[in-house]
């Protein structure tokens, strides 16, 4: 194919316009001579024909061709057949205009333009929509693009980022917030915006006040990059973010440019400065602040600044920012305001300074809570440091002005940098973070008249962006190449290295200008001449000719140049040191804390000039050092990711909506890369199609016979080379084919050429013959070429799909493998470390504990030596001195020794009373400890009572030693006595030799004998005290631990009595339950039928006896004691138990004289055991003589075999008492010979306070109680022998009866009749038999609860006597014995069960929790609901009110305990509806009120509630319903949502319709991984939808619901399907063509025509489906402008916004089909707004899917009997009896 083949006459080609940029022309001649003749198509309407001509150098040089137009309008820019700049414009300008669309991928950038309008497309039936789509398969959308990154990062386990940019004003902030909207509704709640997406909305507000101003481009423009990070958690839900901010404008702190404002914070707190809270801050109207009123523009069109400054308060209050620190940065905002309006004066010719009188500077120091007369100095002086010299220098109005501007935009950048740290600190997550999306929200390139240090930085950054993105790109079309297997060569594409090399390298812009900002002199000049000597050598850098302070950079998307002024300021950012540090001495703690806290991350750091020579390395970076260390990590976060490009276009300047302006679209999408792109994909190969496709679209250009049916590939290889002789025009790759750019136009060219000729050809000959037969022909061949194909295309995918499994298995193990190896690794090196490191800590310790033991071993050592030494001087002298001492006075000793003993006789009786003291006391506690419990455990009582002997023992032995150490006081005595004695002879020897000497000293020796007398008196009474004391802190102690100990005893007795006092309670009332059971078991049951019956055979079948075994009773002997269940006596509540210890008061009472301590068995329970001994034989006697008198009866030996049981259980009873009363007798005798033996005849001791009185009345309370209990069990047996007998009497003369009727008919004559009457009178007895056999079941259980409760008084007599209960309980029976039945009376039901309240939970377990569906589809429908009104009648009848109450919140909590459970499952949500609704409308129609009764028979009125209201609990249950209705509509539509787009949308049952046409088929990398992952193929996905809403409806039916639910339920099941439909309609240019709103229509005629078999066609549900029909209409419709009143009234069920998008997103399906023209869609736009609907569906684009009809349950009257309802035996349901 050569050029000249394309550029012939007629061909359309785009010329180049200084105004349009492109206009449309049309060339009047073939291309030849290199001059080309072309007429304009604006010309063309204008009707001038006007040619015009131009040559051109070469083909090269030829004007660019026109797409076909049926390519206009494509959702990709890069599935265009010509790729280049006019055809990419154009596009956008008709997608964007024409189609009111703005988004449009570009490969893998997502392009959008600003529409500057409100469009309905962001909401959450949009996030649904996009949710698990693929990127190409919707529209172009943002939430296209934020789905590819969210599933990328949860398949491929990777980091995801959006760079998102734009010049200001084209949305940049918008996009990025609608990406994060979408990743916190898909990472968080589906309903709802998660609490992290909350706080990072709520910081918009803050970023936007204090980081976004007025310019003249955007009314709202960012000053400032940000980069955001969502973390996600393993399951993929967010858990926290993080903001990086970077080059914050500073500079329009103090300075803005005409019609521009400064940052949005200020003007709110002016706007707000008279509230009470702010006056403080003494601001007033922003014309009054030289920082705000430089651009002359304080306000903006729809903006209220005092509404915004309280948003921002309650973003901040949102984020936990306190009022406090809220109010501080009020004060700095307000402080840096003030700071503008200080007045530098003239002072000399160098100096400057501000006067005292400046109101201004004062409030600002106020605010900024620093010393007013340091800020004034500093701020017009500054230090100079010369050697070790400093001076103060002052400096001019100039500079004393940059310097307070300085300080005011180095506060404001640290109080940003606060902010957004402390926004930070809020959004951190706990825990560390498993994957990130991170979105970039950054400037774009930027080019003024003037350019500065600002847009330097900028257009850098976007260099570096640029480059990463055309490596990006690069990547990914060679891994496409590489993929398919195909040779490709390498595409040059534009690389902008050089240029960054020239900003970033050695002697590059930044490195000059740094070094130029570290010389002292430098100077902006001396900087660019530098610049135009080192920079010379790049061929980005350029010198302008007439400018010297000047320098232009070749960017990649425009050259610009740079003025100089500025430069080294900016990029110094200094400020004074001086004024820093007054603020650092602030009185508030953030201003503080602004200017000592380290800066951190990639905030834009502000260098603040030192005083001295000393400078950190820190101090030393400039911001253009700062700034590309900052954009470094950047671009290293963003490399380690995976990058998804939108860029944001501003269509116009004016801001009008929907205006296109191509000057400035071509601008940014030149700087933007959007045409870089495009550039790299039409130099490689832009069109791409699948072999199939290409083959159903070409297979016109071959011949038959070239058409290989096994190989698509042949067969497309052969079309291709009768097409295309260039072979590098195309190429075959494994499942697509390569086209260069413009080979699809050439291929659509010969096509429509060849469909042309055919046409012709068919038009001459016989129309009638040759369209059959071609038709004919074409249908069978397309017939075999699409199940060929599509076999082909099956084995394809299988095999790709077990490919990709394999290698993600690889991936997977090879990945695991690794990682185990680099922790195992690591955990060795770790061990290995903490071990040495461990080891060497333990030995240091315990070298040093070993020095330390052992120095404390010497100390102990020398110690004792010292202190051994010591103690044995003194006792030496003391020896010495006490032997001096005792010869002395050993004479007068005696005397005093007899004194001591007569002293310890009187302790002895001392003692002896204090013993007795304590016996008392003892006897007090223990006779206390008797009068608490009631009735004690005997042998407990005896235990205590040896206890308290072994004690009395203990203190006898005491006083035995007492004793014992009085006899070796006198053996002591009478020994001194002996040495005073002898030494006393000595001594008269003595005297007489010495007399003169002794009368000497006599005076002396009295003296120290009257001394010595006075000292022994005073030591005799010392050691009295001492023993006195001993003595009675010894009792006392004993006392204190024994009336412990007895406290202790009296709690457990107390705990025990009320164990005992409760199992009497329960057993008592157990009793009364089973004779009541057992009276109405007398009364009757219900009655059976034998169609009940779940035996076949007509004999009985006997009952067998439950048997206990001796293993059960021995378990139930082993069990805590419960006590003597009916022994204990009631009257014990009000004991004395209740006295606490503490309070006794321990002084004797008067002492009873004569207190009897016998406990006598009253004489009555003699008399009653005779009596019962009496009746008992009267009673066999009657039960032997029945017997004899009828041995052929089994059922009334049955019958009174179950007598002799209980008849044995009442003597049992009997003996139980018996042995009892033995039990109280033989422990009062023990307890008296117990006291006899302890205390002797001073028994009396042991009742000193009449305790044995009180006991005595409480055990005659407690005979009397058991006298009562026999009283009452006599009457009992009395009552139950009587109805024993009449029982039996009447059971006689039934057998007799019977025996007599059958004898009669017998006798008469044979055949037939007398056979039909012995089988109905069988068929009667086995009805009465099966009542008898239910009587005897009842009667069994009873018998086994009554031998369970006497096992228990078994046991309790064991512990009490020790008896054998062994002989009690023989109840055993043999297998063979058979239980008597019971024949009752036939009986009229009253509809009703009766049940014990205590069988409650019995009945809602087996009713609701273990009611399986597959056992509930074989009963009656809605039993369950019968079943338990039927006992809520019962509750009814008897007028309990609690128990109705009970039993109804058991049945609501039942229902609710088993959705929430099975929730899941269909079958259970479905029965319990049913059940649910059935119980309600039985309660309405049993209510008695008249509106429920219309339908009602006689008996049903009279079986209606009579004493209860239960209008409230209807109200309950219908609520219920309502949410398990929800649950059933949530699960019908979880199973069908998967099928609705494959079955409704894509599903082809039409042959010969198809709707392909030329795409690009740019796969990518991400959304082709998700292809083969349909759930369902689209050719069978209708069949199993229509098979899943016949579950449905059969589920629905089978269990009962009622028919106007099941309307209810489908009509909401396919609103759903309609919106799923529809909203994935409206989202899909591919599908709005005219044969597929045929092939949706023939889909929904399936649906239908389901409704109409299922009988629901006339209840309205199809009308639901109104509005996919109507779109499905609208596809196929004419679309002329005489067709704009039809089209209108038969979309009625669409909106207006849904209408129109339909018409915009229709595309002809072929070239000979015309566009819809765009005056046709405004008249259907106008005729639509004349609608009289509300307005609200106007603005509707997507259907709600959430949507609920309201559900409506009407009253349904049941037909049933209740007395005609039986209990299925499969319930196990024996407690409820029918009444």
């Not at 002052?394 to 300080?407: G, H, I």
């Not at 000959?765 to 037969?773: A, E, H, S």
Request: charged share 30%; with cysteine; aromatic share 8%.
């Amino acid at each position: 194919m050569s050029v000249r083949e394309l550029y012939v006459k007629g061909a359309r080609v785009w010329i180049p316009d200084p105004e349009q940029v492109w206009r449309f022309a049309e060339l009047t001649k073939d291309y030849k001579d290199n001059v080309v003749a072309v007429i304009y198509e604006d010309a063309q309407v204008i009707n001038s024909s006007t040619t015009e001509e131009f040559k051109v150098k070469s083909d090269e040089d030829l004007p660019p061709l026109r797409n076909p137009d049926i390519l206009l309008g494509e959702n990709d820019l890069t599935s265009l057949s010509y790729l280049h700049e006019p055809a990419v414009l154009y596009n956008l300008q008709v997608r964007f205009c024409n189609h009111n669309a703005i988004y449009t991928y570009c490969g893998i950038v997502l392009v959008a333009i600003n529409p500057y309008d409100e469009l309905p497309i962001y909401g959450p039936d949009t996030i649904s929509a996009y949710r698990g789509h693929n990127m190409g398969d919707l529209d172009p959308h943002i939430f296209a693009v934020a789905e590819e990154a969210f599933t990328q990062m949860e398949r491929e386990n990777k980091d995801q980022s959006i760079i998102v940019s734009g010049e200001s004003g084209a949305g940049k902030t918008v996009s990025a917030k609608y990406a994060m909207r979408y990743f916190a509704s898909v990472g968080g709640a589906a309903d709802s915006e998660t609490h992290v997406e909350k706080k990072i909305l709520a910081s918009n507000p803050i970023m936007e006040a204090i980081g976004n101003a007025k310019t003249t481009r955007n009314d709202n423009s960012s000053r400032f990059g940000k980069y955001i990070e969502l973390d996600f958690t393993q399951s993929y839900a967010i858990m926290g973010a993080n903001m990086r901010t970077y080059l914050l404008e500073k500079s329009r702190v103090v300075f803005q440019a005409p019609d521009e404002r400064n940052y949005h914070i200020f003007y709110q707190l002016c706007a707000v400065a008279s509230e009470e809270k702010l006056k403080h801050l003494r601001l007033g109207h922003q014309d009054n602040f030289h920082y705000l009123n430089q651009g002359f523009s304080p306000h903006i069109d729809g903006v209220d600044d005092g509404a915004d400054f309280h948003e921002t308060c309650q973003a901040f209050n949102l984020l936990g920012i306190h009022e406090k620190s809220q109010d501080q940065i009020y004060r700095i905002l307000a402080g840096i305001l003030h700071l503008g309006n200080v007045t530098v004066e003239e002072s000399g010719t160098d100096s400057s300074s501000i006067s005292k009188g400046d109101e201004a500077l004062q409030i600002a120091s106020d605010l900024f809570g620093v010393d007013v007369d340091d800020l004034r100095k500093w701020l017009c002086h500054r230090k100079i440091v010369s050697g070790r010299e400093v001076f103060n220098k002052p400096m001019t109005v100039t500079e004393a002005t940059f310097s307070r501007d300085a300080l005011s935009k180095h506060i404001y950048a640290k109080l940003f940098d606060w902010i957004v740290s402390e926004i930070n600190k809020c959004f951190a997550a706990k825990t560390k973070p498993y994957r990130f999306i991170g979105v970039l929200d950054i400037y774009g390139f930027e080019t003024f008249e003037i350019n500065s240090f600002e847009q330097f930085c900028i257009n850098y950054a976007n260099e570096k962006l640029q480059q990463q993105f055309n490596q990006h790109v690069f990547k990914l079309e060679q891994e496409e190449y590489v993929k398919e297997q195909i040779e490709w060569e390498f595409i040059n594409f534009y690389d902008n290295q050089p240029c960054i090399d020239l900003i970033e390298s050695k002697l590059g812009i930044l490195d000059l200008l740094d070094e130029e900002c570290r010389m002292p002199k430098g100077s902006d000049q001396s900087w660019v001449e530098k610049l135009y000597d080192k920079c010379k050598k790049w061929d980005h850098f350029s010198k302008p000719r007439l400018s010297n302070t000047s320098f232009v950079i070749a960017h990649f998307a425009d050259k610009v140049g740079y003025e100089c002024a500025g430069f080294l300021e900016k990029n110094r950012d200094t400020v004074s040191e001086e004024c820093v540090n007054i603020l650092k001495s602030s009185q508030y703690p953030l201003v503080r804390a602004l200017f000592t806290e380290k800066a951190k991350g990639a905030q834009t750091k502000v260098k603040v000039m030192p005083a001295g020579p000393a400078k950190s390395k820190d101090m030393r970076k400039s911001v253009g050092s700062q700034f590309r260390e900052s954009l470094s990590l950047l671009m290293a976060t963003l490399n380690s990711t995976t990058p998804h490009y939108v860029r944001c276009i501003k269509p116009n300047d004016d801001k009008m909506a929907f205006t296109f302006d191509p000057t400035r679209a071509i601008q940014q999408l030149r700087a933007c890369g959007v045409l870089e792109t495009v550039r790299i994909s039409a130099a490689g190969y832009p069109s791409r199609w699948t072999y199939n496709e290409f083959l159903c679209r070409y297979r016109v250009l071959c011949n038959s016979r070239d058409i290989q049916r096994n190989d698509v590939r042949v067969t497309c290889q052969k079309i291709i080379s009768n097409m295309i002789s260039d072979e590098d025009k195309f190429k075959f790759g494994r499942t697509k084919i390569f086209f260069r750019a413009g080979q699809v136009a050439y291929m659509e060219k010969l096509r429509a050429d060849k469909l042309c000729a055919c046409g012709v050809m068919i038009q001459k000959n016989v129309r009638m013959f040759i369209v059959r037969k071609r038709y004919r022909t074409m249908r069978s061949a397309a017939m075999t070429i699409q199940r060929y194909s599509r076999g082909m295309v099956a084995r394809r995918r299988v095999h790709h799909m077990r490919q990709t499994a394999a290698a993600i298995k690889i991936q997977a193990c090879m990945r695991g493998w690794l990682k185990r190896v680099r922790y195992q690794r690591l955990k060795y090196t770790v061990i290995r470390l903490q071990s040495r490191a461990r080891g060497t800590w333990a030995r240091q310790r315990f070298e040093h504990m070993r020095r330390v033991r052992a120095c404390i071993v010497i100390q102990k050592h020398i110690r004792k030596y010292l202190a051994v030494k010591h103690f044995r001087m003194a006792v030496r002298g003391f020896i010495t001195l006490q032997g001096l001492v005792r010869c002395f006075l050993a004479r007068r000793m005696l005397k005093k020794l007899k004194i001591e003993a007569k002293s310890i006789e009187h302790q002895k009786k001392l003692n002896k009373g204090l013993e007795n003291k304590i016996i008392s006391l003892q006897q007090k506690l223990t006779e206390m400890k008797q009068e608490n419990s009631n009735i004690k455990v005997y042998k407990e009582e005896i235990t205590t009572l040896k206890s308290q002997v072994v004690e009395m023992k203990s203190l006898e032995n005491q006083l035995k030693g007492s004793t014992n150490r009085v006899t070796e006081l006198e053996a002591l005595v009478t020994k001194l006595t002996g040495e005073v004695e002898f030494e006393r002879g000595e001594k008269m020897d003595i005297l007489t030799q010495k007399e003169q000497a002794e009368k000497d000293n006599r005076e002396l020796v009295e003296r120290l004998n009257t001394e010595n007398a006075r000292l022994t008196e005073e030591l005799n009474e010392a050691q009295k005290e001492e023993v006195l004391r001993q003595g009675e802190e010894l009792l006392r102690k004993k006392f204190e631990a024994e009336k412990q100990q007895i406290i202790m005893e009296s709690s457990e007795e107390k705990a025990a009595y009320q164990r005992l006092l409760a199992e009497y309670n329960r057993l008592e009332q157990k009793n009364d339950i089973l004779e009541e059971q057992l009276a109405k078991v007398k009364g009757g049951s219900h009655k059976r039928s034998a169609s009940n019956v779940s035996n076949s055979g007509a004999s009985d079948t006997p009952t067998e006896l439950v048997r206990d075994d001796i293993m059960d009773l021995s378990s139930m002997m082993g069990d805590e004691d419960v006590g003597y269940g009916s022994v204990r006596s009631r009257m014990s509540e009000n004991s004395d138990s209740s006295r606490n210890l503490e309070n006794i008061e321990w002084e004797s009472p008067q002492k009873i004289p004569n207190a009897d301590i016998k406990i006598q068995v009253p004489e009555k329970l003699q008399e009653l055991e005779m009596e019962n001994a009496k009746l008992k034989d009267d009673l066999n006697r009657l039960r032997k003589s029945i017997a004899d008198s009828e041995p052929q009866n089994n059922q009334v030996q049955e019958f009174m075999k179950q007598f002799e049981a209980l008849q044995d259980e009442l003597e049992r009873r009997r003996e139980e008492c018996i042995q009892l009363r033995t039990v109280l007798a033989n422990r009062s005798h023990d307890i008296r010979s117990l006291t006899e033996n302890s205390y002797g005849k001073d028994v009396d001791i042991v009742n000193e306070d009449g305790e044995l009185a009180v006991a005595y009345q409480t055990q005659k309370q407690v005979n009397r109680q058991l006298e009562e209990e026999l009283k009452t069990e006599k009457m009992r047996h009395r009552e139950t022998e009587s109805e024993y007998k009449s029982e039996l009497e009447r059971l006689r003369r039934d057998n007799e009866r019977q025996q007599k009727l059958l004898s009669q008919n017998l006798s008469k004559g044979g055949g037939s009749h007398p056979e039909a009457l012995l089988q109905s009178e069988i068929m009667r007895l086995t009805s009465e038999n099966l009542n008898l056999q239910g009587q005897v079941d009842s009667l069994t259980e009873q018998l086994k609860k009554y031998k369970r409760t006497l096992k228990a008084y078994a046991k309790k007599l064991k512990e009490t006597s020790g008896a054998d209960p062994s002989d009690l309980l023989d109840v055993t029976n043999n297998e063979n014995d058979v239980m008597p039945v019971i024949r009752k009376k036939e009986r009229e039901y009253m509809g009703m069960f009766e049940y014990d309240r205590s069988d409650e939970m019995q009945i809602i377990r087996v009713l609701i929790y273990e009611l399986k569906p597959r056992v509930a589809v074989t009963f009656l429908p809605g039993l369950p609901a019968y079943i338990l009104f039927m006992c809520i009648r019962h509750t009814d009848h008897i007028n309990d009110d609690e128990k109705v109450r009970s039993l109804l919140n058991n049945i609501v909590n039942g229902v609710k305990r088993v959705i929430k459970k099975r929730h899941e499952d269909l079958d259970s949500t479905v029965l319990w509806l049913s059940n649910t609704l059935r119980l309600l409308h039985n309660l309405k129609q049993y209510s008695g009120d008249k509106a429920f009764q219309a339908e009602n028979t006689v008996k049903q009125n009279e079986q209606s509630l009579k004493n209860f209201d239960l209008s409230e609990y209807r109200q309950v249950l219908s609520d219920i319903a309502v949410w398990i209705y929800n649950g059933v509509i949530k699960l019908m539509e979880e199973k069908v949502q998967p099928l609705i787009v494959p079955s409704i949308l894509e599903h082809e049952a039409i042959a010969g319709l198809s709707g392909n046409k030329p795409g690009g088929m740019r796969g990518r990398a991400g959304s082709v991984a998700r292809e083969l992952e349909s759930p369902v193929e689209p050719q069978k996905a209708l069949d199993l939808l229509l098979k899943e809403m016949t579950q449905f409806y059969r589920t629905l039916a089978m269990f009962g619901t009622d028919p106007e639910l099941i309307t209810q339920v489908f009509r909401q099941i396919f609103y759903f399907i309609c919106a799923g439909s529809l909203n994935n309609l409206l989202l899909r240019k591919d599908m709005c063509h005219w044969s597929k709103g045929m092939q949706i229509r023939y889909n929904l005629s399936h649906l239908e025509q389901w409704t109409r078999d299922m009988r629901l066609h006339e209840s309205g549900v199809t009308d639901t489906l109104a509005p996919i029909i109507q779109a499905a209409q609208l596809l196929q419709a004419r679309k002329t402008d005489d067709d704009v009143h039809s089209i209108c009234d038969m979309c009625d069920k669409l909106s207006v916004s849904q209408i129109i998008k339909i018409l915009n997103l229709y595309t002809p399906a072929d070239e000979f089909e015309e566009r819809v023209p765009i005056s046709f869609i405004h008249k259907i736009q106008t005729k639509l707004q004349e609608r009289a609907e509300g307005e609200q569906a106007q603005a509707t684009l997507l259907m709600n899917t959430k949507f609920a009809f309201p559900v409506r349950f009407p009253f349904n009257p049941s037909s049933i009997h209740l007395e005609d309802i039986e209990l299925p035996d499969s319930l196990n349901l024996s407690m409820l009896k029918k009444v």
